[in-house]
């Protein structure tokens, strides 16, 4: 078993938080690989929200999908409809607000660059940092998000610098937060990791 794989760890976070008929988003649909895995937690009464900004990716996660029998479709902005199925987004994760309906339980971003595409097109730090903080105050009490970061493409420092000063700033009092790496490994991947409270108390 592979420790150092931090998509495999990202997954068993958020899985605890999923439940059959919930909302959930991913912010980098990519190939489909965390669109699939969120679909398989929320199950056909279940929405997954998934976007990306390349035709490509949004082409193979399709194709995935699709042969994995999940019903998909392509998303309008909100209208306050609750939908079922994978609704994959042409749109920068940035406008996630224009696309929730509700309050997800579980959010995944799997930055970076698309594994096998153009790596010029890479996740970037504005968007990235609108996106998550959008995503953690209209996370559901109780839901997660988890973000695999990537320090060691163009830009990647930078982007992973300021994610990583996002979560640290997440208050205590409603937030449990963590980060896992190999600490052998210069530059390698890292993961994320925000728990928000289930209820109004403050944690001890
Ligand atoms: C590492 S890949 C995602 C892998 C994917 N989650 C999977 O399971 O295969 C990163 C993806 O983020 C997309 N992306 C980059 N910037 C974006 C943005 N602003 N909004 C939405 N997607 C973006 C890229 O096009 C790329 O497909």
């Known amino acids: 078993m592979n420790l150092t794989r931090m998509v495999a760890h990202c997954r068993n976070f958020l899985r605890p938080a999923l439940n ?12 489909g690989q965390d669109t699939l895995f969120l679909y398989q937690c929320v199950g056909p ?7 990306d900004i390349q035709a490509e990716a ?5 194709a995935l999908l ?3 029998g999940i019903p998909v479709t392509s998303l309008h902005p909100a209208d306050g409809t609750r939908r079922r199925g ?16 509700g309050s997800p339980r579980g959010v995944v ?10 790596p010029s097109i890479t996740t970037s730090i504005q968007s990235t940092l609108q996106a998550l903080t959008r995503s953690c105050e209209r996370l559901a009490a109780g839901g997660r998000v988890a973000v695999v970061v990537y320090p060691g493409h163009p830009g990647g420092a930078e982007e992973a610098e300021a994610v990583t000063n996002l979560f640290s700033a997440l208050p205590a009092r409603t937030w449990q ?9 210069r530059q390698a991947p890292f993961l994320l990791m925000a728990a928000k409270k289930e209820d109004k108390r403050a944690l001890p």
């Open 20 to 31: 059959p008929g919930d909302l959930a988003v991913d912010l980098t649909a990519g190939a």
């Open 45 to 51: 009464g279940g929405c997954v929200l998934a976007f």
């Open 58 to 62: 949004l082409g193979r996660a399709m």
């Open 66 to 68: 699709t042969k994995a």
């Open 86 to 101: 994978v609704q994959l987004i042409g749109d920068d994760h940035r406008n996630l607000d224009k696309y929730l309906w």
């Open 109 to 118: 971003a799997n930055l970076g660059y698309l594994p096998g595409g153009d």
């Open 177 to 185: 937060v963590l980060q896992l790496q190999a600490m052998n490994r």
